[in-house]
């Protein structure tokens, strides 16, 4: 990474350059995200959001940080406050995203370096999460026509990163890959319960990553 960037500015070229994301929500205990994460980092996943709506997050955090020793970011999601966001970065996220724009979060998060991703949905809320501060943008919910509305928010925005999530899966990742989608979250479509055979993380892993590789490249 370059030395001069901010540790908000190296957060964000991580993650644009890594582009997939596993999102994690539910029952999951410590022992099956550390499991999760080992198949994730073997399928070249290497960002991992846990959402604190999951009973065991916080405690998680600090153990995956230990365990992945740098080869994987740790996050939080579902920060929507900056009671969570307090919490979560004291905990040891590397990042916080939330599916709703709050200025207060992104103050604090701002204020101990992390990088938070707001959730916007409107050419509004990209305005007013930009003017406080953030460049990169969680556009959700998406659909079926969520490349389209993307490709359409990105001709005003040229200056704004989108973080795309909400029923991304392997039919449609290379579509936000060639709207010009900065990085892309995946929940069900990687990992669909706690009894998800690591070899099908793995696998499911290996052919996102190919999709999305494949089409930004292209």
């Known amino acids: 990474m ?5 540790p908000i500015e190296t957060t964000t070229q991580h993650i644009k350059q890594a582009g997939l994301v596993a999102i994690l929500r539910g029952a999951y205990t410590i022992d099956d995200m550390l499991r999760i994460g080992d198949a994730l980092l073997a399928g070249t996943v290497t960002i991992f ?9 916080l405690p998680a955090i600090p153990k995956l940080r230990a365990h992945f020793a740098g080869r994987m970011l740790v996050g939080a999601g579902t920060v929507r406050n900056a009671s969570l966001a307090r919490r979560a970065i004291d905990a040891g996220a590397q990042f916080t995203v939330a599916p709703n724009f709050d200025s207060e979060t992104v103050a604090v998060a701002h204020s101990q370096g992390i990088l938070h991703i707001p959730g916007i949905f409107t050419a509004t809320e990209v305005q007013i999460a930009f003017t406080a501060g953030s460049r990169l943008l969680k556009l959700f919910p998406m659909a079926d026509d969520g490349p389209a509305y993307l490709k359409a928010l ?27 989608a900065a ?35 292209a």
């Open 2 to 6: 370059d030395n001069t960037l901010t």
């Open 49 to 57: 959001e846990i959402t604190l709506n999951s009973p065991f997050a």
């Open 154 to 180: 990105r001709g005003p925005f040229d200056d704004v990163d989108f973080f795309t999530t909400g029923g991304i899966s392997l039919d449609n990742i290379a579509n936000f890959a060639r709207a010009g």
């Open 183 to 217: 990085a892309v979250g995946l929940g069900a479509s990687l990992v669909a319960s706690p009894q998800t055979p690591a070899a099908d993380i793995t696998s499911r892993a290996q052919a996102l990553r190919q999709a999305w590789d494949t089409a930004r490249n």
